[in-house]
């Protein structure tokens, strides 16, 4: 038996109850056998390979202690009601994107703060799971049965397992949705139950277009564990525009696993600002499974004290004449830890690949740190492959530079930083999107660099950037 | 305006200024020349209160004031303007923000209202045109992609919005065509006045054709080692610096003082 096969007990929750006893299956009538037997094989993958520990590979640098610390109850139906009546509507981000808006709360989705149908052309559903099902006609079973060969990790097998709601996004043919629809995250800590495992589903069919902005954020409570799962099928010639704007407080803990499947001469690029949460995770895997699919995946990741973000970003390239393309920027201040462990595969006869990997870090202070894994796994021919990884501290000649101007230090310093991240922020487009971006990146301390009062942070740096004067007689 | 006395300055166990001395009075313009390695950028980083430099003795008066005692950002908005030799790329950061940014930084230090957009388009338009640079190189980051003639009229074009009271140009004319150079010699041309000095560091004889010093200074061997009218520096470009007096010329290598961490972009 591996290590990773059975946690230590200290990784388990603190009930004491084994793992599996812990997984809550919703049990409910209504749902299809396929659902209830999916449901059931997933909690019994968790029970049998646990938890990943820091020995698993791909989770080397993410403990999970403090996730397993919350208690690992499924939230009953309606759980998200008691609180809903304190979450008013400027709660909520705005500006409103002109689209349609789905509000979902714990996991739940909640009509009354939502606006769905709103700007969707005829044919396009946007809907809950209870209501996908009714019309079920085999793309939810799909969904689920995607890792019936075995799942990557427990936290995906639980997604599957104790989801209790969805968000199912179906684009017919050739639909095309000019306004973004946005699906907004929030996470509202209940007394007990702290484990939301929201899921959304978006089944693009051949030549349809779309944008979708996920945006996740909690209120004040207490730590919550969101582990969410979006998964992305695109039909031949789909186009999806992918945003994530993740800004839950620093009490959350954050887990998230975008699986998008291509199809021929599909496009998707997916955009992510990471800021929020003691912990934070963004998994991407895609499959490019159809000839003369497209993606680019853009990231950036603010970290700053006390704050941990982890991006293992999986690419694998399973049809020819495919190309993909990686951006990832991490910016870690304070005592943060930024991971960026990006995976490229190029599967036996996916010739005529076209794939760059990067990732670039900028350290604010002495105690930032960030791992950076970049790697390639090649098996075809007429491949044209590249990667690459950057650690740096601000730029010391910028830096003097904007100060001989007669800009003061600290302001510089935010100058070269939002011009670091300047070059994904910009790919947020020019309207509302770009809007939210920037004002989440702002609250993030891009711009408020001292917040928990820790002026060390940023300010260490100065240290060995410029010091003050230095020239007395 | 400047005051530099017996100003010695090292580099760790260097000593690469050995104890300059020279002063720029009100509406002056002064050249500083001198072979490489003589300490010119070095003197030009020092009054800029660049790191990693230690002034080890002397001092610098700059209207009256102690210069060094000043980080870098004080000083700019006192009035001192350091032109780079090596203007810095800033990816990410258009220019015109550049240029706002510190134009404005430098107006709340001195207490007056900051300049909306509207006027500072205004000011830069007319700023622009004078040292021939398209407005679209303007919305591309700082130093970013530019020739080395873009950087330098960039650097005047900075002097220009800013008007400082002190110019240190250090060696802003390497390296550039004679339009450029002329760009450059305008640009300082455009900025005297009575109230107004500078001290312009060249290698060269070729600018002060198109910018009449009213003393040239040689610098050598860490030490001003001939001071003169302008026809000081006909001589120099004629004869060389090896006829001159003084201590023997070393060869110096100046470090710029780049740290080796590495930077990120």
């Known amino acids: 038996m591996t290590a990773m096969a059975r946690p230590a007990t200290a990784r388990r929750p603190p009930s004491g109850a084994a793992v599996g006893m812990a997984v809550q299956v919703p049990e409910r009538a209504s749902e299809p056998g396929w659902l209830k037997a999916a449901r059931q094989r997933a909690a019994t993958w968790v029970d049998a390979h646990g938890f990943p520990t820091t020995k698993h590979e791909d989770w080397r640098y993410t403990k999970l202690d403090a996730v397993l610390a919350v208690p690992l109850a499924a939230p009953p139906e309606g759980a998200a009601e008691d609180g809903q009546a304190s979450l008013s509507s400027g709660d909520l981000p705005a500006p409103h994107l002109g689209g349609s808006r789905v509000v979902v709360v714990n996991g739940w989705i909640v009509p009354e703060l939502s606006a769905i149908g709103v700007a969707l052309p005829g044919g396009v559903r946007v809907e809950s799971l209870a209501s996908a099902l009714q019309a079920d006609d085999g793309r939810l079973e799909q969904s689920w049965a995607r890792h019936v060969g075995g799942y990557p990790h427990a936290l995906r097998a639980l997604n599957d397992a104790a989801v209790c709601d969805a968000v199912v996004i179906d684009l017919p043919p050739g639909a095309v949705v000019e306004d973004p629809i946005e699906v907004v995250f929030v996470s509202l800590p209940a007394s007990e139950a702290s484990w939301w495992h929201p899921r959304l589903v978006v089944v693009a069919g051949a030549g349809s277009s779309a944008t979708l902005v996920e945006t996740y954020l909690s209120v004040p409570g207490g730590p919550s564990v969101t582990n969410a799962v979006t998964q992305v099928h695109l039909g031949a010639g789909a186009q999806l525009a992918h945003y994530v704007l993740q800004g839950e407080r620093r009490d959350s803990l954050h887990f998230s696993s975008l699986e998008a499947r291509l199809g021929p001469a599909s496009r998707l690029s997916s955009r992510l600002l990471a800021t929020g949460g003691r912990i934070g995770r963004h998994e991407v895997d895609v499959v490019l499974a ?184 | 305006m400047l005051l530099i006395d017996d100003l010695h300055v090292s580099i760790g166990d260097s000593e690469i200024l050995s104890g300059v001395s020279l002063e720029v009075p009100d509406g002056e313009i002064h050249a500083v020349m001198g072979p490489n390695g003589s300490g010119k950028s070095t003197l030009a980083h020092v009054l800029a209160g660049r790191d990693p430099y230690e002034v080890t003795a002397g001092r610098v008066l700059y209207e009256g004031v102690d210069l060094l005692a000043m980080v870098p950002e004080e000083r700019a908005a006192a009035g001192v303007f350091l032109g780079f030799q090596h203007p810095v790329e800033i990816p990410g950061v258009p220019t015109m923000y550049f240029l706002r940014t510190a134009l404005n930084a430098q107006r709340r230090a001195r207490g007056q209202e900051e300049l909306g957009p509207v006027e500072f388009l205004a000011l830069v338009d007319a700023k622009r045109r004078l040292v021939e640079m398209e407005r679209a190189l303007l919305d591309r980051a700082v130093n970013d992609g530019f020739s080395g003639g873009e950087r330098k009229r960039n650097e005047i074009l900075q002097m220009l919005i800013l008007e400082p009271r002190l110019a240190v140009l250090d060696e802003t004319d390497s390296g550039l065509d004679i339009d450029a150079l002329r760009v450059v010699a305008a640009g300082v041309t455009t900025l005297r006045s009575p109230d107004r000095s500078a001290l312009v560091i060249t290698h060269h004889q070729r600018l002060l054709d198109h910018l009449v010093p009213d003393r040239v200074h040689v610098l050598a061997g860490g030490r001003i080692v001939r001071s003169g009218g302008p026809d000081l520096a006909a001589e120099l470009e004629a004869h060389g610096y090896a006829t001159l007096g003084g201590p023997a010329v070393e060869s110096l290598t100046v470090s710029t003082g780049t740290v080796s961490t590495g930077t990120a972009r």
């Open chain 1, 290 to 473: 159809g000839e003369g699919a497209d993606v680019e995946l853009d990231g950036l990741f603010l970290v700053g004290a006390g704050q941990h973000h982890d991006n293992p970003v999986l690419v694998d390239h399973a049809a020819p004449g495919c190309t993909s393309r990686q951006l990832y920027k991490g910016v870690v201040s304070g005592d943060g830890h930024g991971v960026f462990n990006g995976h490229l595969v190029v599967r036996p006869g996916a010739d005529g690949t076209d794939a760059a990997q990067v990732n670039k870090n900028l350290l604010l202070s002495e105690q930032a740190e960030v791992d950076t894994r970049p790697r390639l796994e090649i098996n075809a021919d007429d491949v044209a492959c590249s990667h690459g990884a950057a650690v740096g501290q601000l730029d010391p000649d910028a830096l003097f530079y904007l100060r001989a101007r007669g800009v003061p230090e600290r302001e510089a310093r935010v100058v070269l930083v939002s011009g670091f991240a300047h070059e994904i922020l910009e790919r947020f487009g020019s309207g509302a999107i770009r809007q939210r971006a920037e004002e989440l990146a702002t609250a993030a301390g891009l711009i408020v660099l001292d917040e928990d009062g820790h002026p060390g942070g940023i300010a260490t740096c100065a240290a060995t950037g410029s010091r003050r004067g230095g020239l007395s007689q």
